[in-house]
């Protein structure tokens, strides 16, 4: 279902993802190390329930990660991420999870307004409220939802912690600093691992700052990629280092 939903920056998705983990934390404890405990989240504090789908046998796109359906408080997961059969999906598996609840979180409230009352009635089809295709151009009600699953999984606090233990400082790592030699071992190594292929200067830059993410990935449970633009986003990571007044 097509639903218009308000303006929301980063700012306000942040603190919106905050404020489900400090009401999370009152009831079962705070959060105070990584991974962030979504499934209790979801299950425990939000009332929802997951399960997994056939999402190509069900909608007839094999590109469906996710969906949610409000008034059965259930969040449907394409079984190609089941992290049991497939261990190496579980950080988009939990990615996935994260934007389910964001669109519960950010979206149920508008899609109610907007006549989603109807699926209430006895003997009218289920279906869900959102389905989110990894093809489509990300709508502002899908870039809202995948921001919000950042911010769950990967809440600042704990990620400047984590930076620092692993860093062992607070300063940022620039791409542009890394020397040749380290970053094509980096990116042989990448290559050998995902399958050899052509990359452009931009995905080779994402490989080897993906490289370096890996292990906050590991501690965060989350992909590699979601780790890498977190870190992005935070200034952790940057592609060259900005020039200041002393250089």
Avoid at 16 to 23: I, R, Y
């Amino acid at each position: 279902m097509s639903v218009e939903v308000p303006f929301l920056n980063k700012t306000a998705i942040e603190a919106e993802a905050d404020f489900l983990l400090a009401e999370f934390g009152k009831v079962h404890g705070a959060v105070v190390a990584p991974p962030v405990p979504l499934d209790e989240i979801i299950e425990l504090h939000l009332g929802l329930y997951s399960d997994f789908l056939d999402m190509n046998a069900e909608f007839g796109h094999g590109d469906i990660h996710g969906a949610i359906f409000f008034h059965e408080k259930k969040i449907a997961v394409d079984m190609q991420f089941d992290p049991k059969l497939y261990p190496n999906k579980r950080g988009r598996y939990r990615f996935t999870l994260g934007h389910e609840t964001g669109h519960w979180c950010l979206h149920r409230k508008h899609f109610l307004r907007r006549g989603g009352e109807q699926f209430l009635f006895e003997g009218v089809p289920s279906k869900p409220d959102f389905v989110c295709r990894s093809s489509e151009k990300k709508k502002p009600v899908e870039w809202q939802a995948d921001t919000f699953a950042a911010y769950l999984l990967m809440p600042r606090t704990l990620m400047k912690d984590a930076w620092e233990q692993w860093r062992g400082e607070v300063g940022a790592i620039a791409l542009s600093e890394i020397d040749d030699a380290r970053k094509q071992k980096i990116l042989t190594a990448e290559l050998l691992r995902r399958g050899s292929m052509e990359l452009t200067a931009e995905a080779q830059e994402n490989v080897i700052l993906e490289h370096l993410s890996r292990p906050l990935a590991e501690q965060f449970d989350v992909s590699a990629l979601a780790m890498r633009i977190r870190l992005e986003d935070l200034g952790f990571l940057v592609r060259k280092k900005e020039a200041s007044l002393f250089d």
